[in-house]
């Protein structure tokens, strides 16, 4: 699918992390409304880089730990956030360096080299 690049979870991430934001910072919901609104988009990211990359493995773990953390902070887990993005900071380096030797690009990789001039 060509909307969304090379990067389809780059893009799926930053919705989540934009969901994620406007419930702790915007939105006036308790923790367990906080915690299911998390968990559903976090699950739901993953499982869309999962369906539109064909081997997004690494995208669904990250999202099953967002949509675990959630739920664990919902169900009374007391983590500061600094806390929390340090623990899914880690997750996603993780997984990002299996991923890594695991996807395969939808474009070549010849197709996005710059051109060679002579001088």
């Known amino acids: 699918m060509k909307v969304f690049g090379r ?16 419930a702790a910072f915007g939105l006036d919901v308790s923790a367990d409304q906080q915690a299911a609104i998390n968990g559903i988009a976090a699950a739901a990211m993953g499982v ?27 169900y009374g887990l007391d983590w500061t956030a600094d806390r ?14 299996w991923d890594r ?11 996005v080299k710059p051109a060679v001039r002579s001088v």
């Open 7 to 22: 990067e389809p979870a780059a893009w799926l991430g930053l919705v989540a992390v934009i969901v994620k934001l406007v």
């Open 48 to 74: 869309l880089v999962a369906a539109f990359v064909h081997d997004g493995l690494g995208a669904a773990i990250i999202g099953l730990a967002q949509a675990a953390l959630a739920l664990g902070l919902g």
């Open 84 to 97: 929390q993005a340090v623990v899914m900071a880690a997750v996603t380096v993780v997984v990002a360096m």
């Open 101 to 111: 030797t695991q996807v395969t690009a939808p474009i070549p990789a010849d197709a």
